[in-house]
């Protein structure tokens, strides 16, 4: 019998301690002998069956090295199907570990030269920092998940709305500057940057809807339409979207006279989530009528109407990265995170997170998401998509975590909660120092091995 060894090293961050054993299908007709060391320590590893995916490999136990795990896995297998084998074991390990793995090594394969039989190093795993670099306070921030009263500019100046006021603070100066304030009869309940970053709508009590030129510290417009308070605020350039506990949608120019060009009907609750596609053809809105919508630019009734969550919706976030792409979440009764394909009106994926979902928001730096949570941790979880796999939890605050918005640059969010703080957390990578996939995927070769 003609065999040959192969030694594979995976190197992995010790949080996943489990999530590479088992990560190759093995056929055991191609393996003959193997053994597995960890971090000096000899271990005897089993084989277990399972179902129709053949045997796996199951390390007995797997011990902590300065940090990270070193699973060394000495193969003797038949040179007959050994490139199927490798294969497996390069798709299985990208499938299981998604970038957690930080590097495969191969060696010892001379007999099997071929596409993929090379050193392959996958994405290293990022490190997302436990706590915030940041934490400001922020008396009288409401705890009332219908309300969207954290905004953060193309300007890099964050907006808070405080009971009455609405205060700004430079993130490159620290500087902080109250905005407005609403007086004793009115109150913020939702702020909202215009793209260029001067503007900022500021949604009240009242249902009013004003818009605030931030560099001169000037309102330049009050406008009417809502008659109850209005929670959730998306601008698309000159258009400005206002989602009230009326139940309606208004479509407002701010360029033109009058206070609103269309009333969008549908909702039968309040409207707390509301985002623009990133081609601005598309608006998404959520209510506490548990019923995600999509509204196109022209339409007055829904286009896309999604039924599937059974509590309010609230974080709504479209893909930078795939056309069409949709993630809403649901509240205390649904806990789950769902995506849709709006292009063919079609439901891809739920993920039940196990608590109340308050906020999504999409990276565009990489492609992951972010989501704040609830009862009962008031947790903050980044995501990598589409595996779903939680890359980090973040804790600390003390309240459910209501507002969540992003920095510029994309490398920062900040949150917000009812225990009146700020949270500033460094959580996603700027776009440059991203290795891309396809970088990965040209380094084996011109062969796709790992997918
Ligand atoms: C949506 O479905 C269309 C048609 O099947 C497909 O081309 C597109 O890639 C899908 N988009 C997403 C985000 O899944």
């Known amino acids: 019998m003609s065999t040959v060894w192969l030694i594979l090293i995976i190197i992995f961050p010790p949080r996943d301690l489990f999530t590479p054993i088992g990560l190759f299908p093995v ?6 002998l193997f053994s597995t060391s960890l971090c000096r320590r000899s271990l005897q590893p089993r084989v277990v069956r399972r179902g129709t995916e053949g045997r796996r490999i199951i390390p007995v136990r797997m011990r902590r090295c300065s940090g990270m795990h070193f699973l060394v896995l000495r193969l003797r297998i038949r040179k007959t199907g050994g490139q199927g084998l490798l294969d497996g074991i390069f798709s299985g390990t990208k499938r299981r570990l998604g970038n957690q793995c930080t590097r495969l090594f191969l060696s010892g394969f001379d007999g099997l030269s071929g596409p993929g039989v090379s050193n392959v190093a996958i994405k290293a795993p990022r490190k997302v920092s436990r706590s915030p670099y940041k934490v400001l306070d922020a008396p009288a921030l409401h705890d009332d998940f219908y309300l969207n009263l954290v905004d953060w500019s193309s300007h890099n100046v964050l907006a808070v709305g405080l009971g009455t006021c609405v205060y700004l603070w430079n993130a490159c100066s620290s500087k902080v500057t109250k905005l407005c304030d609403l007086g004793n009869d009115d109150g913020v309940c ?3 940057w215009a793209h260029r970053g001067t503007h900022l709508a500021v949604g009240t ?7 605030w030129d931030a560099s001169c510290c000037k309102r330049i417009r009050a406008m ?9 605020l998306a601008w698309s350039s000159s258009m400005l979207s206002s989602g009230s506990r009326d139940k309606s949608i208004l479509q407002r120019d701010i360029r033109a006279q009058e206070d609103f060009v269309s009333k969008l009907s549908g909702h039968k609750s309040e409207v707390c989530g509301l985002k623009w596609s990133y081609d601005n053809r598309e608006l998404a809105s959520g209510g506490n009528d548990n019923r995600l919508f999509v509204w196109n630019q022209h339409s007055t009734q829904p286009v896309l109407k999604y039924c599937e969550h059974t509590a309010a919706v609230k974080a709504i976030a479209w893909s930078p990265h795939l056309h069409g792409l949709l993630a809403s979440g649901g509240g205390t009764a649904d806990r789950c995170i769902r995506f849709w394909n709006t292009t063919t009106n079609s439901h891809l994926s739920c993920m039940d997170t196990g608590s109340q979902v308050c906020n999504l928001v999409w990276s565009k ?3 992951e998401l972010v989501s704040t949570h609830g009862y009962s941790q008031n947790q903050i979880i980044v995501w990598r998509y589409p595996t779903m ?11 459910r975590v209501l507002y969540l918005a992003i920095s510029p640059d994309g490398q920062t969010i900040v949150t917000g909660a009812g225990d009146e703080t700020l949270r500033f957390w460094n959580v996603f990578p700027s776009p440059k120092s991203q290795n891309t996939e396809s970088e990965i995927g040209a380094s084996s070769l011109g062969r796709t091995t790992i997918r």
Not at 224 to 232: F, I, M, P, Q, Y
Not at 389 to 399: E, P, V
Request: aromatic share 2%.
């Open 27 to 32: 056929d055991p007709a191609r393996i003959s």
């Open 190 to 192: 939702s702020v909202g």
């Open 205 to 211: 009590t009242n249902g009013k809807v004003q818009i």
């Open 224 to 232: 009417e339409g809502h008659r109850l308070r209005v929670g959730a």
């Open 365 to 367: 730096n990489v492609n």
């Open 389 to 399: 796999s939680k890359l980090a939890t973040l804790t600390g605050h003390t309240f």
